[in-house]
T-cell receptor, first 112, second 112 residues
């Protein structure tokens, strides 16, 4: 298995632009997580899905952030409009009930 | 609420010496505990977990962790540190069937 796949690996955009991050989880995993990591705030859970259904989005910072999982092999995290304070590394992870999570390589987002 | 604490932001050891990275937890019920490692510019990588059974858990790259119920601790250990072990280490506890909560991380530096 190729592991969790994220794209793009790097994204540089200007304030106000829409940003879409993509994730392909490991086949057979029924949980998918989106995290954000910064030096200031550490690792934050933004939202997670179970069987493609959002379970807990309490970590999503604002209405500018949205996430979808249209099927078991694809998820997106969208920021619209983006702001400089959204600059961070965004990780997608997948796993099965109660077990360890497998993280993707991350997307480094820079908003100018 | 389930939580973990990593009391040390940084741990420094000399190559060849034993290392310990500390983690304490607070849970209701039986804990599911995890250790992850993050190398620079990479996603988190699962090292080992405790669910039940033997209090000494062995994991990847020669790491092990000791579960201590009376002290509510789950310290990560390695008998002989390598320079290549230098990384950021996260302890995590399962919150529910889906998600885990992560500690703030401990930076391990192994000096030659």
């Amino acid at each position: 298995d190729a592991g969790v796949i994220q794209s793009p690996r790097h994204e540089v955009t200007e304030m106000g632009q829409e940003v879409t991050l993509r994730c392909k989880p490991i086949s057979g995993h029924d949980y998918l997580f989106w995290y954000r990591q910064t030096m200031m705030r550490g690792l934050e859970l933004l939202i997670y899905f179970n069987n493609n259904v959002p379970i807990d989005d309490s970590g999503m910072p604002e209405d500018r952030f949205s996430a979808k999982m249209p099927n078991a092999s694809f998820s997106t995290l969208k920021i619209q409009p983006s702001e400089p304070r959204d600059s961070a590394v965004y990780f997608c992870a997948s796993g099965n009930r109660g077990n360890e999570q497998f993280f993707g390589p991350g997307t480094r987002l820079t908003v100018l | 609420a389930q939580s973990v604490a990593q009391p040390e932001d940084q741990v420094n050891v000399a190559e060849g010496n034993p290392l310990t990275v500390k983690c304490t937890y607070s849970v209701s019920g039986n804990p599911y505990l995890f250790w992850y490692v993050q190398y620079p510019n990479r996603g988190l990588q699962f090292l080992l977990k405790y669910i039940t059974g033997d209090n000494l858990v062995k994991g990847s790259y020669g790491f092990e962790a000791e579960f201590n119920k009376s002290q509510t601790s789950f310290h990560l250990k390695k008998p002989s540190a390598l320079v290549s072990d230098s990384a950021l280490y996260f302890c995590a506890v399962r919150v529910n069937a889906g998600k885990s909560t992560f500690g703030d991380g401990t930076t391990l530096t192994v000096k030659p």
